[in-house]
C-alpha cells in the first residue's frame, strides 16, 4: 500500500479492517481440531463403495448361449431388434400418408408400441429387465406374471417368445422350483413324475453372465466344468449380446402400467364399435 494512500483515513481504515479479517481466519483454521478433517473423511463414502444389491437385475439378450438349446425358430429377420426382447408378433410397418386434395403419396411407418418393463422372477431369486410390447404386457397380465407366460407350452406361445423369450424359458425350466411344479401337473394328468435334477450351478453362471461384471468364483468354476465335460457347447460364445440397442425407451410401473392397459382396451372397444 503506497504512503499516499496511508494518508487517507478511509483507505486506512478498509486496509486496517481487511487485514484482521484475514489474520483472524488463518488463526482459526490452525486453532481448529486436527479430528475433525478424518471424521468427516470417515462420514463420506464414494459412490463405488457403496454396498451391492442383493437382488440381481439380468437381461435375457446377455444369458450365454452354451447352456441354453437352439431357439426352433431360428432368430428373426425382419425388425431383428425383437430378437432382445418379448416383441410377440409386432414388427414395423410402412404405408403412406395420402393428401385429401391432390392425393400425394408420402411414406410413412410406425413402430411398435415398446416400453421397459422389470418383473421379479420367484423361481430365479432375480429380476428380469426386458423390452416388451403393449400387447405382450397385457397378455402377461392376464396369464398372471412373467414365469406363467414363458412356461405355456403351445406352439404358438413358443413361437411368440423369439429368441429372447426362449432363453428366459429354458433357464426357468431348469430350476427346483419349476420342476416340481411340473411334475404336479404330471400327477394331475395321472403321468409318472420325474426326478428333480441339480442344476443350481448352470443357473447361478447364466445369472451371473447375464449381469455386468466379472464373473464369479463359483461361475468360473461351472464353466470350467462345461468346457472340460464338452455338454451344452451350442453356437459361438461371442455371441451372448450386450445391452440395448436402439433410442431411449421408457420404463413403465404398476401403476403405470394398468393405465396403459386401460387405453389400450378403451381402443379396442372403440374399433369393434360399428361405425355410424
Request: proline share 6%.
Amino acid at each position: 500500500m503506497s504512503t499516499t494512500s496511508l494518508l487517507n483515513p478511509l483507505r486506512r481504515s478498509a486496509y486496517l479492517a481487511s487485514a484482521t479479517m484475514r489474520n483472524g481466519a488463518v488463526a482459526a483454521a490452525e486453532v481448529a481440531s486436527p479430528l475433525c478433517t478424518p471424521v468427516c473423511q470417515q462420514q463420506r463414502r464414494d459412490f463405488s463403495t457403496s454396498p451391492s444389491l442383493s437382488i440381481k437385475t439380468i437381461r435375457p439378450a446377455r444369458l450365454p448361449k452354451r447352456v441354453i438349446p437352439p431357439y426352433p425358430y431360428g432368430e428373426r429377420r425382419v425388425y431383428k431388434q425383437s430378437n432382445k426382447g418379448l416383441y410377440g408378433s409386432a414388427r414395423i410397418q410402412f404405408g403412406n400418408n395420402v393428401s385429401e386434395k391432390h392425393q400425394v403419396k408420402t411414406q410413412r411407418f410406425w413402430r411398435p408400441n415398446v416400453h421397459v418393463r422389470v418383473y421379479m422372477s420367484p423361481s430365479l431369486g432375480a429380476k428380469v429387465k426386458t423390452r416388451l410390447t403393449m400387447r405382450v404386457l397385457k397378455t402377461i397380465k392376464r396369464e398372471g406374471g412373467l414365469e406363467n407366460y414363458l412356461l405355456k407350452d403351445k406352439p404358438a406361445r413358443v413361437k411368440e417368445l423369439g429368441p429372447s423369450g426362449w432363453n428366459l424359458r429354458c433357464l426357468l425350466m431348469q430350476t427346483r422350483a419349476v420342476q416340481e411344479r411340473l411334475n404336479l401337473e404330471r400327477v394331475a394328468m395321472g403321468l409318472n413324475p420325474q426326478p428333480v435334477r441339480d442344476y443350481d450351478d448352470i443357473v447361478s453362471y447364466a445369472l451371473d453372465a447375464a449381469t455386468p461384471g466379472k464373473l464369479s468364483l463359483r461361475s468360473r468354476e461351472t464353466l470350467a466344468d462345461l468346457e472340460l465335460e464338452d455338454v451344452f457347447t451350442i453356437g459361438d460364445d461371442a455371441a451372448a449380446v450386450g445391452g440395448f440397442t436402439g433410442g431411449a425407451v421408457e420404463e413403465i410401473t404398476d401403476e403405470m402400467e394398468a393405465e396403459f392397459i386401460q387405453k389400450m382396451e378403451a381402443q379396442e372397444q372403440q374399433q369393434q364399435q360399428p361405425k355410424a
